[in-house]
């Protein structure tokens, strides 16, 4: 996909521009990180994250052309405090470790019980995960439901993210999908850490940088160079895969950021810790923020396309935008794009990764 030799900076860049004495435009603008270094040496496969305050949030999806975003905003000031991120999103590998160390079943493995889902029909009981799918004929994606291009899948899981008949070997690097909170959270703990904020998330996303677009700027594509895994060509039909990739990329495929996280944009949703309001930023804590105390289920999610107003699963967000995010349906890819999965839904482009507490390294 997009192996380029663009250098994301920790430093701001300065931009020349022309005039009848050469002046330099304005630094990007900066969040206030606290100062200081790492509390202690890193945990293997973590970068420190200084925390301090930033403006979270956006005014402006970015060039959505599909109906515009209500939940990103206002954006409002934050702080959180320091702590470790996983540098890559959890992988294949590293959640097979947790599997045969644990015996532990996902939520698409497992069936549902009747009597905690009185509603559900029993087709919709089985083990199974939502796969994603490129139809034949063309989809007009302003009219027609996201079901056009998702299939519920008995048998699709993180070992089988295709459905039965496929699998992940030779895919130890590919982060897992299939995944849902629960999951995420067994996993988690089991590693001695938990999953982020999505205040955290979004501070770590964007690498220091205050309000651009992207996690690298305000150009989705600086000098002509990809530096995400997103769809290209005309969704859902045809994936051209110019940024290298068609589907999942592994970890690592891309620049990190200058906090040397990787994949913060692309490649695959991340599911954080928080109950998802869309209303939420409206009254949110300034310090270490951590969501909602209830969520309203399927109905709070404008840009949810199965918001059928049932309420019946609390949802959660995930961030970061995955493979199948486009500029001409979804431009997720953004750090201050919000979306939504409940927790009993396993989908093909959506994993996680962990945080950790600042303390001694385990």
């Known amino acids: 996909m997009r192996i380029s030799c663009f250098v994301l900076s920790a430093c701001a860049s300065i931009l020349c521009v022309a005039c009848d004495d050469k002046a330099s435009a304005p630094a990007e603008p900066r969040a206030k990180l606290n100062s200081g270094e790492a509390p202690s040496e890193a945990p293997p ?6 925390g301090g305050e930033f403006q979270m949030g956006s005014d402006d999806p970015g060039g959505y052309k599909m109906a515009r975003p209500t939940n990103e905003g206002p ?15 959890v992988t294949n590998a590293e959640f097979r470790k947790f599997v045969d160390a644990t015996g532990f079943k996902t939520v698409a493995e497992t069936p549902f019980k009747q009597e905690d889902y009185p509603s559900a029909p029993p087709e919709a009981l089985v083990p199974a995960g939502y796969v994603f799918y490129q139809p034949e004929a063309p989809v007009d994606i302003q009219r027609v439901r996201h079901d056009a291009w998702w299939r519920f899948t008995p048998g699709a899981s993180w070992q089988h993210p295709q459905g039965p008949g496929s699998n992940i070997d030779g895919k130890d690097d590919f982060p897992v999908v299939c995944i849902t909170h629960p999951d995420a959270v067994a996993y ?3 590693a001695g850490k938990r999953l982020p904020t999505e205040a955290e998330w979004e501070f770590a996303a964007r690498g220091g940088l205050e309000q651009q677009t992207y996690i690298w700027g305000d150009e989705l594509m600086p000098d002509g160079k990809f530096l995400a895994n997103f769809w290209q060509g005309g969704f859902p039909n045809i994936d051209s895969g110019d940024d290298g990739f068609k589907g999942l990329a592994p970890v690592k495929s891309f620049p990190p950021n200058p906090f040397g996280l990787y994949d913060m944009a692309g490649n695959v949703w991340e599911i954080v810790n928080d109950l998802y309001n869309k209303d939420y930023y409206l009254n949110s804590q ?12 399927r109905s709070g999610d404008p840009n949810n396309p199965d918001a059928e107003g049932s309420g019946e699963f ?3 967000v995930i961030r970061g935008g995955s493979y199948v995010c486009s500029e001409e349906y979804c431009t997720g890819y953004r750090p201050a794009a919000r979306m939504t999965t409940d927790d009993i ?16 390294a385990k």
Not at 45 to 50: E, R, S
Not at 349 to 355: A, E, P, Q, W
Request: proline letters at 11%; one cysteine or more; aromatic letters at 10%.
């Open 345 to 360: 839904t396993a989908s093909n482009h959506t994993g996680f990764r962990c945080v950790m507490d600042a303390g001694p």
């Open 75 to 89: 954006i409002h000031t934050v702080y959180v405090d320091g702590f470790w991120m996983d540098t890559t999103e």
């Open 188 to 190: 988690a703990k089991w």
């Open 286 to 297: 300034r310090d270490n923020p951590k969501g909602p105390k209830s969520s309203p289920g």
């Open 314 to 316: 609390p949802e959660r």
């Open 45 to 50: 496969g973590m970068a420190w994250i200084p």
